[in-house]
């Protein structure tokens, strides 16, 4: 089964403001969200419902999944230092 893979504009920006090497290491993995939101090394955040997480190095995507409709939604893209804070 095929997911969706939703980038907000907010999130292209911090995207856009990476270097070329983390971003396209970034890319490279969220591509392949599309198969299996869940690859292996993907961690569920606490305190959320449908909220995980993958490590590119020293940077993480935070995203959701919408199972029933497919749906993988990229919350953000950050270093470590600040992935987690809103």
Known sequence: MSYTVVIP???QKQLDNLSNEVRESMVEKISLLVE????SGVKKLKGFDHEYRIRVGDY???YEIDDQESLVVILNC???KD???N
């Open 9 to 11: 504009k907010p999130v």
């Open 83 to 85: 992935a987690y804070r």
């Open 78 to 80: 950050r270093h470590r």
């Open 60 to 62: 993480r995507v935070r």
């Open 36 to 39: 299996n939101p869940r690859p």
